[in-house]
């Protein structure tokens, strides 16, 4: 299943493994990212469901 990379292994296999860590890096600041913008999206509706609208000051 794995090509013979021969003297060239070590950088080919170096090079998949930081593309991994990379992506996984990404994946993670993005969900990370996606939760943050979340709650800050649910306390701004909260705070405008709390608010008096136009029309009942």
């Known amino acids: 299943m794995m090509p013979d990379l021969g003297r060239y292994a070590v950088a080919?296999?170096?090079s998949y493994g930081a593309t991994l860590a990379l992506l996984a890096a990404?994946?993670?600041l993005t969900v990370w990212r996606g939760r943050r913008?979340?709650?800050q999206l649910a306390e701004v509706e909260a705070?405008?469901?709390?608010?008096?609208t136009e029309g009942e000051r």
């Open 26 to 28: 990404l994946l993670a």
């Open 12 to 14: 080919v296999l170096s």
């Open 37 to 39: 913008v979340k709650r």
């Open 47 to 52: 705070r405008q469901a709390r608010a008096p």
